[in-house]
């Protein structure tokens, strides 16, 4: 089983990123599909979640910003970030899992937000 994800960078405030998190060795569809991130300090926090239905869910702190999307044909969930602050500066993690399991987590790719 891999999580690939990729799409992190550097950006400046107001900017947009599209983080992007493919999947092999499971059957994607069944899924619920999350990304997380963590800053530097802090704990590892849950971002947005959208599950097997398509139905999302997000943070307060990226409400209304932020946009997941998942493609069960390509295995890859997306993470849409628009208007980035610095406090969206983190690393990013995909994870997948089914239930309450603990499932599986992508190697996570870097967000860094430059005023």
């Known amino acids: 089983v891999q999580l690939q994800a990729c799409g992190g960078g550097l950006v400046q405030t107001g900017g947009s990123l599209r983080l992007s998190c493919a999947a092999s060795?499971?059957?994607?569809?069944?899924?619920?599909m999350s990304w997380y991130r963590q800053a530097p300090g802090k704990e590892r926090e849950l971002v947005a979640f959208?599950?097997?239905?398509?139905?999302?869910w997000f943070s307060d702190s990226v409400k209304g910003r932020f946009t997941i999307s998942r493609d069960n044909a390509k295995k890859t969930v997306y993470l849409q970030m628009n208007s980035l602050n610095n406090d969206d500066t983190a690393v990013y993690y995909c994870?997948?899992?089914?239930?309450?399991?603990?499932?599986?987590w992508g190697q996570g790719t870097q967000v860094t937000v430059s005023s």
């Open positions: 994870r997948g899992r089914i239930g309450s399991a603990e499932g599986y």
């Open positions: 060795g499971i059957i994607f569809s069944r899924y619920i």
């Open positions: 959208i599950n097997t239905a398509g139905t999302a």
